[in-house]
């Protein structure tokens, strides 16, 4: 038996963020990152609407980019004190992961952060409060999935917690909101979605329930995340890349990912690069080596969008968002070919032994990953 969750309400278009009015309930507890939703103006606007719907309103801010247990567990004292019944986070991934956790242990304060780590291990939640999830970029999805990440800042460990209890109850994916993204941050972003839309229709864990939303985000990034890296302003382009980044949730939140995901986990820890970033360099190496094993998948692909070759296809849109053809020619990375052969074998094992390489359509050696970083770092093409 296979299930397919995803949030019960998904509030999507210009203005859904205006759907926080029609809340009913007594205190609403605001979790959001740096300063960006508060300088936009989308913090403000967010606790205006909670208050003409009469909820009293306070914020935790400040959630880091990796949030820390430290952060959580400040989360949790501040909601134990509030006692909100509903919990809204605004921001990036980061401050959405953060809340998610927040919440479990306002729920359940006699926890210690290691009950929970492993799958599946957080108790029931809903008992004091619903959960929401406005995301502020167009990449993690955290809105829609099942998992969070924390990183225990003194052990220097990231965790994924994972566990259907903490797929918000209601997504507010409003196009206004991540209008607000530099482009290199909006190409970047929109490659995760790629790569999360074509990692979960190649997933062995791929389902008739997944692939139509993994197939559709693949083509809406194809076609607008040019348009919304050219001009910002284009909301209509916004609003199909926010959607993209929602459906593709949907879909690896249920199939999950692969060596895509895998690698640039590793070599973003190790060299400091972006997920994003990562993802988009690795994209067409990790296609051509998973060709073979999913080739009827990538031909459904193909022909649906019309193209002889997704690798190629994803190489000439990097070429157009001005995302570089390999790990070498990133303009501010500075490392040399001996460093990269030094930790080429500690990222190659770390990544075999990711998560996401049990669901990817070809299951690799510790040699092929060496190969897959050695060919994405120096730009040469896999056969
Ligand atoms: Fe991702």
Redesign the pocket.
């Known amino acids: 038996m296979k299930s397919f969750l995803v949030p019960p309400q998904i509030s999507f278009g210009p203005n859904s963020l205006d759907y926080l009015g029609t809340l009913q309930g007594e205190r609403a507890m605001l979790v959001t990152g740096g300063s960006s939703m508060k300088k936009f103006g989308f913090l403000d606007r967010a606790e205006k609407h909670l208050t003409q719907a009469g909820l009293s309103c306070k914020i935790i801010d400040g959630v880091e980019p990796n949030p820390s247990v430290k952060t959580v567990l400040r989360g949790k004292e501040e909601m134990l004190a509030f006692k909100p019944d509903w919990i809204i986070a605004i921001g990036g991934g980061s401050a959405l992961d953060a809340a998610k956790i927040m919440w479990v242990f306002y729920e359940h304060p006699e926890l210690n952060f290691e009950d929970i780590i492993d799958v599946f291990s957080i108790p029931k939640l809903r008992n004091k409060a619903r959960f929401i999830a406005i995301p502020s970029t167009s990449g993690?999805a955290s809105e829609i999935t099942a998992f969070s990440v924390i990183t225990d800042s003194e052990k220097k460990i990231k965790y994924p917690l994972v566990s259907p209890e903490i797929i918000p109850d209601i997504a507010i994916v409003d196009p206004e909101i991540p209008a607000t993204m530099p482009p290199h941050i909006t190409a970047n972003t929109g490659m995760?979605v790629m790569?999360?839309a074509v990692e979960a229709f190649v997933s062995i864990n791929a389902s008739d329930y997944s692939d139509p939303l993994a197939l559709r985000a693949i083509e809406m990034v194809f076609e607008y995340l040019p348009l919304a890296v050219a001009d910002g302003k284009n909301l209509k382009a916004r609003e199909k890349m926010h959607n993209a980044s929602t459906l593709a949730g949907m879909a690896f939140s249920n199939a999950s990912l692969g060596i895509i995901?895998s690698l640039a986990h590793k070599i973003g820890g190790e060299l400091h690069i972006d997920?994003g970033l990562a993802?988009a360099i690795l994209l067409p190496y990790v296609i051509q080596f998973n060709y073979q094993a999913a080739a009827e998948k990538f031909s459904v692909i193909e022909k649906t969008l019309g193209i002889n070759s997704l690798a190629n296809a994803i190489r000439e849109l990097n070429q157009k968002i001005n995302i570089p053809a390999n790990f070498k020619d990133i303009d501010w990375l500075e490392i040399t070919a001996d460093y990269f052969e030094e930790i080429v074998d500690r990222m190659a094992q770390n990544a075999l032994q990711d998560p996401c390489t049990l669901t990817n359509p070809l299951q690799p050696t510790v040699g092929d990953m060496k190969e897959l970083y050695r060919n994405s770092f120096y730009g040469v093409a896999a056969q």
Request: charge should be negative.
């Open positions: 993690t995760d790569a999360h995901h997920h993802n």
